[in-house]
């Protein structure tokens, strides 16, 4: 999820608040396709349906913007998810779905010191790690990544130099669906996916993006560790049903003392204008 922040961040400045849904729809497209594919296959398939669903939106509802306000983006990208939402719910109805575990059933556990893990687990650690390598590759060292990042830093001046910014901003967009509806078919097979499931999702991205610093993918997977660790601890002195509480205290907590995050740079520090 702040990985998927972070790429459209990176490339435009946007916040787009829409991210959860690609989560919820890289799932919920996998589940459907894996009725007739094989799991790899059928977890390809909904990637490149929620990559085209990311061009869309752009193309849609960003693309003609001239310089919007942060608040009016804000809106867009929370109507955008709304309408997504909605359009799921008369898709797939109120059911929840679930790919199978890539390896190993439900009750399979891996004992590592006193802990024991779900082989899922495992799977989520693997593929975050390599998400944030080839991305890091990406945008490093390849032209089309530094194209994008001088989007980001200047539209203007990359427009001069020869860059399409358009085309930039809907392959940040496109770029950021995919890592979602990865994202989204991985950890499936241990929460499930919901039609309504995006939006929690998309405050717990949003707060590990801020607090590892906005635009540090690198940073956004040790800050979900570190939330994930602190929302674990957190039952030892709340009851169960207070552990959601525990993101948006955190994310309100950054916000006013440090925007930049833990990891992050000055630039990032603009969201306290927000």
Known sequence: MAIG???????????????GEFVMLGGMTAVTFHQFLPLPLAILCGVAVTMIVGAVIEILFIRWLHKPSVLRMIIITIGISILIREISLHVWGESVRALPYFTGTSVTSYQLGGVYLSPQVLWVIGVSALAVAALS???????LGRQMRACSANRDAARLCGVNAGNMVTLSFMLSAAIGAIGGAVICPITYVHYDGGTPLAIKGFTVAILG??????????????????????????PAAYKEVISISILLIILFLKPSGIFGSAEAARLKDF
């Open 5 to 19: 922040f972070n790429i459209i961040y990176n490339t435009t400045g946007i916040i787009n608040f829409a991210q």
């Open 137 to 143: 590759a990406f945008f490093n060292l390849t032209m």
């Open 213 to 238: 610093g906005l635009g540090n993918s690198m940073a956004a997977v040790g800050a979900g560790m570190i939330l994930g660790i602190l929302e674990s601890f957190s039952i030892w002195v709340l």
